[in-house]
């Protein structure tokens, strides 16, 4: 089912949650809601779920409005962070649970639901745990559970609040990559929100990120990486060196191959990848030394220093491939020249 928002706004009090939302999802895509705390992501999601009502505009469910229909008729699954499953029921009363409580006409007979339960303990892997209690499986498996009982009732949309947000950083990163193939395999329409902006990159086919209740830029992970539309995308996106035109770092830029003569804004953005590091020509007069490096992976990040002007030393970060640092033969406080690849710049 395709969602669409039409100018929705909302407001706490005098506080305004969401200001004049428009947002276009198509059937089938698995969308991350991404910002920082108290940007709104959780009230937008309420609000399209009818848990929440907005004080202007309109929620459209496959063009038709469901604006003022309540949460039953939106046929809508939730997965929330801290899920309540029900704790005196097992596994498989949990996900049966919605089936059974079906008006008469539309339960499936007991032998149906059997065979759709175990199709869904099938489908999260956890056939196994059928006749356990929630309290005795782990957060992971709490939440696989919780997503299996919101597919039980076959729901057009699926609505996922921090889903894994509980979770310590391993189970989460497992997590991830298995609703990414799940929803691969279903094609339900998703929407999670989540303030990681890793997990947002690994999972969503479409990104939106908010900010102060406003949606600062929609598109594909790397669309919203590699062409941010401002400075708040930018740095919220992965890491970023800020070099500020008007405050003394044009000189040395123009060393570095950016286009200073001809700058499209006052401030550029530098992602870390886009940072070449080489040996100096002249290392007395290099203005940048290695200061110190760790190894992320595959990856090596370098952390840079540059002399100030009154003293004060400005941090760079770059990354490069393991095999390129160790060619280099870089040590700690060896003079280096850098060469800058690409730039976003903003005013
Ligand atoms: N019922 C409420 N009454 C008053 N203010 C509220 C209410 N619900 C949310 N807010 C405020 O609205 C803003 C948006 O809240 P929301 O929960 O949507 O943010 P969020 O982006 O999901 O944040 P987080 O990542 O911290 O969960 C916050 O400033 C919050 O304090």
Same mark, same amino acid.
Request: with cysteine.
């Given at each position: /089912?395709?969602?669409?928002?039409?100018?929705?706004?909302?407001?706490?009090?005098?506080?305004?949650?969401?200001?004049?939302? @428009?947002?276009?999802?198509?059937?089938?895509?698995?969308?991350?809601?991404?910002?920082?705390?108290?940007?709104?992501?959780?009230?937008?999601?309420? +609000?399209?779920?009818?848990?929440?009502?907005?004080?202007?505009?309109?929620?459209?469910?496959?063009?038709?409005?469901?604006?003022?229909?309540?949460?039953?008729?939106?046929? +809508?699954?939730?997965?929330?962070?801290?899920?309540?499953?029900?704790?005196?029921? &097992?596994?498989? !009363?949990?996900?049966?649970?919605?089936?059974?409580?079906?008006?008469?006409?539309?339960? %499936?007979?007991?032998?149906?639901?059997?065979?759709?339960? =175990?199709?869904?303990?099938?489908?999260?892997?956890?056939?196994?745990?059928?006749?356990?209690?929630?309290?005795?499986?782990?957060?992971?498996?709490?939440?696989?559970?919780?997503?299996?009982?919101?597919?039980?009732?076959? *729901?057009?949309?699926?609505?996922? !609040?921090?889903?894994?947000?509980?979770?310590?950083?391993?189970?989460?990163?497992?997590?991830?990559?298995?609703?990414?193939?799940?929803?691969?395999?279903?094609?339900?329409?998703?929407?999670?929100?989540? =303030? !990681?902006?890793?997990?947002? /990159?690994?999972?969503?086919?479409?990104?939106?990120?908010?900010?102060?209740?406003?949606?600062?830029?929609?598109?594909? *992970?790397?669309?919203?990486?590699?062409? *941010?539309? @401002? !400075?708040?995308?930018?740095?919220?996106?992965?890491?970023?060196?800020?070099?500020?035109?008007?405050?003394?770092?044009?000189?040395?830029?123009?060393? &570095?191959?950016?286009?200073?003569?001809? %700058?499209?804004?006052?401030?550029?953005?530098?992602?870390?990848?886009?940072?070449?590091?080489?040996? %100096?020509?002249?290392?007395?007069?290099?203005?940048?030394?290695?200061?110190?490096?760790?190894?992320?992976?595959?990856?090596?990040?370098?952390?840079? =220093?540059?002399?100030? &002007?009154?003293?004060?030393?400005?941090?760079?970060?770059?990354? /490069?491939?393991?095999?390129?640092?160790?060619?280099?033969?870089?040590?700690?406080?060896?003079?280096?020249?850098?060469?800058?690849?690409?730039?976003?710049?903003? @005013?």
């Amino acid at each position: /089912m395709s969602i669409t928002l039409n100018n929705i706004s909302k407001r706490f009090g005098n506080f305004a949650a969401l200001k004049n939302i @428009n947002l276009e999802i198509p059937e089938g895509e698995l969308v991350a809601l991404l910002g920082p705390s108290g940007c709104g992501k959780t009230t937008l999601l309420r +609000i399209i779920a009818g848990l929440e009502q907005a004080d202007r505009g309109q929620v459209l469910l496959n063009g038709s409005d469901v604006t003022d229909q309540p949460v039953k008729n939106r046929q +809508i699954g939730f997965v929330f962070q801290h899920y309540a499953l029900f704790r005196h029921m &097992t596994v498989f !009363d949990n996900i049966a649970f919605g089936l059974r409580v079906k008006p008469r006409k539309e339960r %499936p007979s007991e032998t149906k639901i059997q065979e759709k339960v =175990h199709a869904l303990l099938n489908l999260v892997q956890l056939d196994w745990l059928a006749d356990r209690f929630p309290d005795q499986l782990s957060g992971g498996q709490r939440q696989r559970i919780a997503l299996a009982r919101a597919l039980a009732v076959e *729901p057009s949309v699926l609505l996922l !609040d921090e889903p894994f947000g509980a979770l310590d950083a391993s189970v989460r990163k497992d997590l991830r990559l298995w609703l990414r193939h799940l929803h691969h395999e279903l094609n339900v329409t998703s929407i999670f929100v989540t =303030h !990681d902006q890793e997990e947002a /990159m690994e999972v969503a086919s479409q990104i939106v990120v908010l900010n102060h209740g406003k949606i600062e830029q929609k598109g594909s *992970p790397s669309e919203i990486y590699d062409s *941010p539309n @401002n !400075d708040f995308v930018s740095r919220f996106i992965g890491h970023t060196n800020v070099f500020q035109l008007e405050q003394g770092d044009s000189a040395w830029l123009a060393g &570095t191959g950016i286009s200073i003569d001809d %700058p499209k804004g006052i401030i550029a953005h530098v992602r870390p990848h886009n940072i070449q590091v080489e040996k %100096p020509q002249d290392p007395a007069n290099a203005p940048v030394y290695l200061k110190d490096w760790q190894h992320l992976g595959a990856i090596i990040r370098l952390e840079l =220093h540059k002399d100030g &002007t009154n003293g004060k030393a400005t941090t760079i970060f770059a990354e /490069m491939p393991n095999e390129q640092f160790r060619e280099l033969a870089l040590q700690k406080g060896d003079r280096v020249s850098l060469h800058i690849k690409h730039a976003h710049w903003f @005013n």
